[in-house]
């Protein structure tokens, strides 16, 4: 692909509540060495949309989340909310604003105090934050939400979190996420750790409680087959790169990096048409402390050329809202149609 390349953001629109540019996450490792677990990711999350961050597992999603929220801060970078840049706020300024910054952890059970019931688990935000004197208010806020996730507030709220199954564990981690009635919600991999019926309910549930309480999510997973339905756009990271970001239908139909053709591959449907593809991700990811020149993922591309070894492709628009870093994309006008729930 000709040309320098250009962010994947959306200057046009003026609903813009999350604007990540340039997001770098390293640690270090010892002797000397670092950690690159994000380099330089940019993307924007309108005010009610839902962005799926996709990848294997390695490929730096939960820590591209984690610093969109400041935890912990990125090593560079910017991250704007609602027009702050939070990467600047320090002590109570950042304090004030993380109310409105919550998240849903990947195991429901581990997350949650096992000393504390359920209703001091989901009411402990509003107490700190301050409820009324008499504690009427915290009260009913803690009826209001667990009913609203589909909890009996008298039978639950008295209960500890070891007495629930997994999915109504995760369903009082929405609650927790919910109480102090925050603007954004990180949801990391809430759904891996349950059974696949049990996904499809708290998918459901995290669609409604998003129209009722006017959230806007990120939602991180290593299964492209998750986030489909619940995500408007799909972004596909690899090695602490952006790889791929798309309006979910147009992901689905037209991918056009050959990683996202690999992980729609793996998706176990019969007759998927991108089946071949998924061969491609044999092997491991190159280490994240030496990641590979170039391409980062040309040491499992089919396609990757000395151009793809020696040069960074940068992120082009290849379709309205469609951007892929490429030096070879899949570009075809014959979409595919993967049956992924």
């Known amino acids: 692909m000709a040309g320098s390349g250009h962010a994947p953001l959306r200057d046009d629109r003026d609903d813009i509540l999350i604007r990540v540019k340039d997001l770098v996450m390293e640690f270090p490792a010892g002797g000397g ?3 690159h677990a994000v380099s330089g990711v940019t993307f924007d999350v309108a005010e009610g949309e839902t962005l799926g961050l996709v990848g294997e597992s390695g490929s730096g999603k939960s820590t591209t989340a984690k610093a969109v929220i400041q935890l912990p801060r990125p090593t560079s ?3 704007w909310f609602r027009g702050q840049e939070l990467t600047e706020l320090k002590g109570e300024a950042l304090r004030k604003v993380r109310p409105e910054l919550q998240m849903i952890f990947q195991d429901p059970i581990s997350s949650l105090n096992p000393r504390r019931k359920v209703s001091d688990v989901v009411g402990e935000g ?7 004197t008499d504690g009427q208010f915290t009260e009913a806020r803690i009826n209001e939400i667990l009913e609203a996730v589909g909890l009996d507030p008298k039978i639950a709220g008295e209960r500890y ?23 954004v919600i990180v949801c990391d991999e809430p759904v891996s750790a349950l059974d696949v019926s049990v996904q499809a309910q708290i998918l459901n549930l995290l669609e409604d409680m998003k129209e009722r309480y006017g959230l806007t999510l990120l939602f991180i997973s290593h299964d492209l087959s998750v986030v489909k339905n619940i995500s408007d756009r799909v972004a596909v990271m690899y090695l602490g790169k952006l790889c791929e970001i798309s309006p979910s239908d147009e992901l689905y139909a037209n991918p056009a990096h050959p990683y996202t053709r690999a992980l729609l591959g793996a998706i176990p ?30 040491t499992r591309c089919k396609y990757a050329t000395d151009k793809c070894r020696e040069d960074e492709p ?3 628009e290849i379709r309205p809202d469609h951007f892929v870093a490429c030096w070879h994309p899949v570009i075809t006008d014959n979409p595919v149609t993967i049956k992924a729930s």
Do not use: Y
């Open 314 to 316: 940068q992120m082009e």
């Open 77 to 79: 970078g910017s991250v």
């Open 33 to 35: 060495k670092v950690v």
């Open 161 to 183: 979190p070891h007495e629930f199954s997994g999915g109504q564990a995760q369903r009082i981690s929405v609650a927790r996420s919910l109480v102090l009635d925050p603007k």
């Open 269 to 298: 449907e019969p007759d998927n048409p991108l089946a071949a593809e998924a061969e491609t991700l044999s092997g491991e990811l190159p280490s994240p402390i030496t990641p590979p020149p170039g391409c980062r993922f040309h």
């Open 126 to 132: 509003i107490r700190v934050w301050g409820g009324s």
